[in-house]
């Protein structure tokens, strides 16, 4: 079940709110009702013990058979007025509390008029009280069908019956209907109450987004730094939270530039003071033009300057000379098959033309050789083939060689890892060509990845972002 539960903070404050929302509700409408029922009550009670005073006052100095007359003439159901000789109430044994303290304020207001004794009970609706209602015509006004519905819910009530026995021991009875309690929840009320929730639900999502959008910010820019530490700083504006954490990111962005600016160029300056000497010695090596020596010494020159040669290419792959523009990957990628006779292209594809893409041309240029000539060196010959999907432009380099263990196909794009035996100095490389190029590739939003194919020999795939407007094109 955990999977059902929200993964973001602010999922989970939305969440919260919710759930907050519906318990005030649910307590506020418990509490209503709670407070309706409680007063509603009482409201009755007022209304039962006016009526026995007013009827008390009205009937006490008349005579029975008077008293008789008037209660037929005064009863209209569902309030019943009759008198009897005897009470209507046949025990005169309060039910409860509230119904003994009720009878002894009626006695006590009514002992003036000669009134000796009151029975009230409440009999609770019938279940089949409701059944025939009153239906409103089409033609009805509001107060009319207002007044309709009210009478049709008085039906449905519980009833209070009352015994008071005059002086004379004759006994007046009556019955009051309880107040009806409307729901608080109906057909009417329900859309108000799912606007307000709504709108609260909105207008917290709003306020989340708003209170949230530094944090993101702040989150793509930390994935921003990993792929190039000369990305802009974070704005340290804002809440104080967001403002502390955005200058604590700014000043490691800061120290790592600055560690690794140091490190690019204590690298350069070794590869570029070692040529130096290298030249000395291949001036001097000259000299020694019948000496056995010559050819081995040579070689090992030359070894040593191709590692100086590569040393200060990683050392300074991140200079940019020229401004990101917009780059035909499929134009790019044929100029450099061309110049290569190992290297196949599948230009035929029409579909794989004007894929457009954000960036620098040497710097991509240089990315695409590296892939193109590590697949020659280890696999003889390098195919290439490019595709796109939704947003991605996808340049996949297969060659025939040995392939690479796959739990050695992410150590491979560290600096200076080679595979001994399959990939070793004999066979060209010191390790740098797949590290520079995935630099470059994340330096503009890409990536490079490498993948045994089930057939023998290794995939290299680049993939480079569309620019915008190009997804358009690409998909007609």
């Not at 009280?129 to 033609?139: K, L, S, V």
Request: aromatic residues 6%; hydrophobic residues 40%.
């Amino acid at each position: 079940m955990k999977w059902l539960l929200p993964r973001s903070l602010p999922a989970w404050v939305l969440l919260i709110v919710i759930a907050g929302l519906l318990a005030i509700q649910v307590s506020t409408l418990s509490i209503v009702s709670r407070e309706r029922i409680t007063s509603n009550n009482m409201l009755d009670l007022l209304r039962l013990n006016d009526r026995a005073l007013s009827l008390t006052k009205l009937m006490y100095a008349e005579k029975p058979e008077d008293r008789t007359r008037i209660a037929a003439g005064l009863s209209v159901p569902p309030h019943v007025l009759t008198t009897t000789d005897s009470s209507a109430i046949t025990s005169s044994i309060p039910v409860d509390d509230e119904m003994a303290e009720l009878e002894d304020i009626i006695v006590g207001r009514l002992s003036k008029y000669g009134v000796e004794e009151a029975r009230v009970r409440r009999e609770k609706a019938k279940a089949d009280a409701g059944q025939h209602t009153f239906q409103p015509e089409p033609d009805m006004g509001n107060v009319e069908r207002e007044l309709v519905d009210l009478s049709s819910d008085f039906t449905t009530t519980d009833t209070f019956i009352v015994s008071i026995e005059f002086k004379d021991g004759q006994w007046l009875n009556f019955t009051l209907k309880a107040t009806p309690l409307s729901p608080l929840l109906n057909i009417d009320s329900l859309p108000l109450y799912g606007s307000v929730a709504g709108l609260v639900v909105l207008l917290s999502i709003w306020a989340l987004r708003r209170l949230t959008a530094p944090y993101r910010a702040l989150e793509r820019a930390v994935r921003r730094i990993g792929d190039d530490l000369k990305s802009p700083p974070l704005p340290e504006h804002g809440s104080s939270e967001y403002t502390s954490a955005a200058r604590a990111v700014n000043t490691m962005q800061a120290r790592l530039r600055e560690y690794v600016e140091d490190r690019e160029l204590l690298a350069a300056a070794l590869a570029h003071d070692l040529r130096t000497p290298l030249t000395r010695i291949r001036l001097r090596l000259e000299l020694l033009r019948k000496s056995p020596l010559r050819a081995a010494l040579m070689q090992n020159l030359a070894d040593i300057e191709a590692i100086s040669s590569s040393v200060l290419d990683f050392a300074t792959y991140e200079a940019r000379g020229e401004a990101p523009e917009r780059i035909d990957f499929w134009s790019l990628v044929d100029s450099i098959a061309d110049a290569n006779p190992n290297v196949t292209f599948d230009a035929a594809r029409k579909h794989a033309r004007g894929l457009i893409c954000m960036g620098e041309t040497i710097a991509l240029r240089r990315c695409i050789t590296n892939l193109v000539e590590n697949a020659v060196k280890y696999g003889g010959r390098a195919r290439l083939s490019l595709s796109h999907d939704e947003s991605r432009v996808l340049l996949a380099i297969d060659d025939d060689g040995p392939g690479i263990p796959e739990a050695q196909l992410e150590t491979m794009f560290r600096p200076f890892t080679r595979i001994e035996g399959s990939r070793n100095r004999q066979t060209g490389g010191f390790g740098l060509g797949l590290t520079i190029a995935r630099n470059i590739a994340r330096r503009f939003g890409g990536e490079v990845t490498l993948r045994n194919r089930p057939g023998g020999g290794l995939r290299a795939e680049l993939a480079m972002p569309m620019a915008s407007g190009a997804q358009a094109r690409a998909a007609e």
